[in-house]
């Protein structure tokens, strides 16, 4: 569902807004210091003084602390919230907006003071906090503390809060998708929902059907979606930036994104337990997140040539589902050996790099997926696992993680555990044999063999692609983890 919660801009006074609001929100600075821009608009509202108040709670002024006190305006009584910005960073105000978020859950209309001295960057992170941690998904009746109704922001910088809240926008429809339950979601409704976005958000989509893939050789995608009745399809969206202006060169650039579109995984014939069938609703957050980033390219004014490519199947148990043993042949002719049927998200994800290799010219590609329980183990829950052939690449990965708030660390793609995916009777395994260990690494090995010669990084994550737990912007569930990193990187590539 689209996010409930509305962000606005109001160019006014605190106390004018206040006497409008069920609560106000005052940014405190590290020290702890009342922004100087909000300063003489609270004289006279606290019993205490505001400093006075700071003091009496013991408050540093540090991201996400909040000290909470009612005050008098006109004839009745508001709640004022004093929330800590501690340096004012993109990262510090995302935490605050965040813990906002929470505080305003059930409220009708409120108001928040922008921090005065913050830059645009930390204003746009301070919206995605706000909206993000008022994220809700439910089927059903809808949740007692809903987010708020309207969060008002005083500033002046619309631009850098409109920023934010496509932003949101693009992570909050990631988790939809990836939320929505596998009852209703499959290859088809996949393929449906990115047409509908696709008029909006200035897109062009093209759907291949099961017929086509297998017409057109694309064996992975035809083999992991063989077992279910609802056949598999490849999503691939083209974004084409607005023609340059005058005295500006067009860019050259043509960037590829592909996301594991697994829209449910029961492992197939190498059938997982029942627990770890629970979040499997979820196995196509990377599919998710490439249809997200792509709806939200033209209201960022991205300028370069984007394209996402989106290998949709669902991997269930029968009669006609791909077995242990069998051979696949994928696009472009590159042969795979099944030696596990729940490895089965680099079986798609293969044919979709070959074909962006084969017939897109990118300049790059990055691929995203809930791929492994290893990269999960070995970074945990807020880390995605990076790999990736080109160094350039790799560092405008990492610096967009730092900006956006979702960080990855990169991963040794170590050759000598290329013989751990040895095959006797194809060209590579979908499996590691034993004696290597590292999982996620022999699978970002396996899809290195499909990546060709141009810059490609694979981002591997299972583990911040889902949540047990609210925690600061992030709610329980899908995240969307990717939308905010990749957004970053294509505008900070533009630059």
């Not at 109704?149 to 910088?157: D, F, K, L, N, P």
């Not at 960022?300 to 242990?324: D, H, Q």
């Not at 912007?473 to 957004?487: F, I, M, Q, S």
Request: aromatic share 4%.
């Amino acid at each position: 569902m689209p996010l409930q919660t509305q962000l606005r801009t109001l160019d006014e006074t605190i106390r004018d807004a206040a006497a409008r609001a069920e609560a106000v929100a005052v940014p405190v600075r590290s020290g702890p210091e009342i922004d100087p821009a909000y300063a003489d608009g609270l004289a006279g509202m606290f019993a205490l003084g505001a400093a006075d108040l700071l003091a009496h709670e013991e408050a540093k002024g540090e991201a996400g602390e909040i000290v909470r006190a009612p005050f008098r305006i006109g004839d009745g009584i508001t709640e004022m919230l004093l929330f800590g910005v501690g340096d004012g960073s993109p990262s510090s105000l995302r935490k605050a907006g965040a813990a906002l978020a929470r505080q305003f859950r059930g409220r009708g209309q409120v108001v928040a003071g922008g921090p005065s001295e913050a830059s645009e960057d930390a204003l746009a992170a301070f919206a995605e906090g706000l909206l993000l941690a008022s994220y809700d998904f439910h089927v059903g009746e809808s949740p007692k503390r809903p987010g708020a109704e309207t969060i008002s922001v005083v500033t002046a910088a619309d631009a850098a809060i409109e920023r934010g809240v496509a932003v949101a926008r693009a992570v909050a429809l990631a988790r939809d998708l990836t939320n929505a339950t596998s009852r209703e979601k499959c290859p088809q409704w996949l393929a449906e929902r990115v047409e509908e976005l696709a008029a909006d958000a200035g897109l062009t989509v093209r759907v291949r059907d099961e017929i086509a893939l297998a017409a057109e050789g694309f064996g992975g995608i035809v083999a992991v979606g063989s077992g279910s009745s609802r056949p598999p399809r490849l999503i691939e969206v083209t974004y084409e930036p607005e023609v340059a202006a005058p005295g500006q060169s067009p860019s050259s650039d043509h960037l590829v994104l592909v996301g594991k579109g697994i829209t449910f995984d029961s492992g197939g014939l190498s059938l997982k337990p029942n627990a770890n069938m629970k979040t499997m609703k979820t196995d196509m957050a990377g599919g998710a997140v490439v249809i997200a980033v792509m709806s939200a390219l033209r209201e960022l004014g991205v300028p370069i040539r984007v394209t996402g490519l989106v290998p949709a199947a669902e991997n269930m148990p029968s009669g006609s589902a791909m077995r242990p043993g069998d051979v696949i042949r994928h696009y472009g002719g590159t042969t795979s050996e099944v030696l596990n049927t729940d490895a089965e998200g680099r079986l798609v994800l293969a044919d979709a790099l070959a074909y962006a290799g084969a017939e897109l010219a990118p300049s790059a590609v990055v691929d995203i997926a809930t791929l492994t329980g290893a990269a999960k183990v070995a970074l945990g829950l807020r880390y995605s696992a990076m790999y990736s052939t080109d160094e350039a690449l790799a560092a405008g990965l990492t610096d967009a993680g730092e900006t956006s708030g979702e960080p990855v660390w990169r991963m040794p793609l170590v050759d000598e555990y290329r013989a751990g995916i040895d095959s006797d009777i194809a060209d590579v395994a979908n499996a590691g044999h034993g004696g290597f260990g590292g999982g996620s690494i022999t699978a970002a090995l396996f899809l290195r063999e499909f990546a060709g010669d141009r810059p490609w990084a694979h981002l591997d994550v299972a583990g911040p692609a889902r949540a047990a737990s609210d925690s600061g912007e992030v709610t329980k569930g899908a995240t969307g983890y990717g939308v905010r990193l990749l957004l970053s990187w294509l505008t900070s590539r533009a630059a």
